[in-house]
């Protein structure tokens, strides 16, 4: 696996590549076909962010999915170890749910358990839009990402979307062809959004 470790507002030493990469080997248990970790730490100069100054993003990338974490603390180390943990928890998901899925215990489909949210979740949107104000000044893009993107059911969505960190997921639904969106709702519930023409 290669290790790639950038600093934005701090130089990175020598020492600290050593013990990442040292970390980051840990992981390789669960999947070994990880080619690439991208390690990127920020220091926060605001003193009034004290206890969270030190900031780690750890990026992984596999054939299947990527796997990010990220975290805080007052220093690298524990940011570090934070961040690791998440990406352990991540990736021990990933290798359980790919033993379940080819075993004799195949899960209920999220698909299917969530089929009666899905037009509430629609519901919900359109009447949310319904209820705001208008917005006075320009909004400002600060951010543009691309990805490629193959079709995929929504279980696979919900798994990326877990296996990221993120609380929404953008895909191609493989079912009906339609460009949608899966999110974390209350509790453990998702629901999903389908772009319609």
């Keep these: 696996m290669e290790v790639v470790v950038r600093g934005r507002n ?3 030493p020598d020492h600290f590549r050593v013990h990442v990469s040292e970390k980051l080997a840990r ?3 669960y999947d070994g076909k990880i080619s690439r970790a991208d390690v990127e730490l920020n220091h926060e100069p605001n003193r009034r962010q004290h206890d969270n100054c030190q900031h780690i993003e750890i990026t992984c990338r ?13 220093d690298f180390y524990k940011a570090l170890e934070l961040a690791t943990e998440k990406l352990e928890r991540r990736f021990r998901h990933a290798a359980d ?3 379940v899925h080819h075993g004799r215990r195949t899960p209920v489909s999220v698909a299917i358990a969530t089929a009666a949210a899905d037009a509430l979740a629609a519901s919900e ?3 949310a839009t319904e209820d ?4 006075d000044g320009p909004g400002k893009v600060v951010r543009e990402k691309e990805h490629p993107a193959k079709p995929m059911t929504v279980d696979q969505a919900l798994f990326e979307m877990e ?3 993120h ?10 062809g339609l460009p949608s969106v899966v999110y974390r709702r209350h509790a453990y519930d998702y629901g999903v959004l389908r772009l319609t023409g």
């Design 10 to 12: 701090v130089e990175v």
């Design 27 to 29: 992981l390789e248990r």
């Design 62 to 74: 596999t054939r299947g999915p990527v796997v990010r974490a990220e975290a805080c603390a007052d």
């Design 97 to 99: 749910r790919r033993r």
């Design 125 to 127: 949107a359109s009447s």
């Design 132 to 135: 705001e104000e208008p917005y």
């Design 163 to 165: 296996l990221v960190g």
């Design 167 to 176: 609380d929404f997921f953008l895909f191609s639904d493989a079912d009906c």
